[in-house]
């Protein structure tokens, strides 16, 4: 299983920019790149992934390194309800394991 | 359209009790996974239920066990309780098995253990 590195926490101030970094040099070539947040007090939420080209959604934004060792997820402009623990999982669609393996994440705070 | 649905949310027992928690799959998956969330680490993969049966399992003792029912809802069941048991339960649906990359999440069933 790839191993990832995440900061303990981060902090932002509302309505700024948030880049949110990972590190996973041990990653497959076949492993995409998952992102989960968790809200105080509720189960985990999906995020965005990728595999090797950046993706966008509603919620976010992936950057995926060149040589895949790392992503950033990006949220544009933070707000309160961004405040959350944010995970970073690699996960292999084509094998026998069906489950996601999550580290201790990134706690964000988002300052008014 | 519901999402995952758990219950109960919260429960308190004592050591050496068992304890059933439940879970409803989002509508159209039909593979449940459950997850342990300890005070401030990330979720611990227990097991996953497919088509009616146990298909993968993390590293959690036979205390641990599980059942899914023909219409996908599934049950984890911890058999003589310890003080370590005290966690949020998490139960996560996905259409299928490869699909476990993005899992929807119930909000949890707390148990406390005294």
């Known amino acids: 299983d790839a191993k990832t590195t995440q900061p303990n926490s981060m902090e932002s101030n509302e309505e700024e920019p948030v880049h949110l970094p990972c590190n996973h040099s041990t990653i497959s070539g076949t492993d995409y790149i998952h992102w989960y947040r968790q809200l105080p007090s509720q189960g985990p939420e999906y995020v965005i992934h990728g595999l090797t080209s950046n993706v966008n959604n509603r919620m976010a934004s992936l950057a995926i390194a060149e040589d895949r060792k790392s992503s950033t997820l990006i949220l544009h402009r933070a707000t309160l309800r961004d405040a959350a623990v944010y995970y970073c999982i690699p996960f292999y669609y084509g094998g026998s394991q069906g489950n996601l393996i999550f580290g201790k994440g990134t706690k964000l705070s988002v300052k008014p | 359209d519901a999402g995952v649905t758990q219950s109960p949310t919260h429960l308190i027992k004592t050591r050496g009790q068992q304890v059933t928690l439940r879970c409803s799959p989002k509508s159209g998956h039909d593979t449940v996974s459950w997850y342990q969330q300890a005070l401030g680490q990330g979720p611990q993969f227990i097991f996953q239920?497919?088509?009616?049966?146990?298909?993968q399992r993390g590293n959690f003792p036979d205390r641990f066990s599980g059942h899914q029912f023909p219409n996908y809802s599934s049950e984890l069941n911890v058999n003589a309780l310890l003080l370590g048991d005290s966690a949020l339960y998490l139960c996560?649906?996905?259409?299928?098995?490869?699909?476990?990359?993005?899992?929807?999440f119930g909000e949890g069933s707390r148990l406390t253990v005294l």
């Open positions: 239920y497919y088509e009616e049966e146990e298909r």
């Open positions: 996560a649906s996905s259409p299928g098995r490869r699909g476990a990359g993005e899992l929807f």
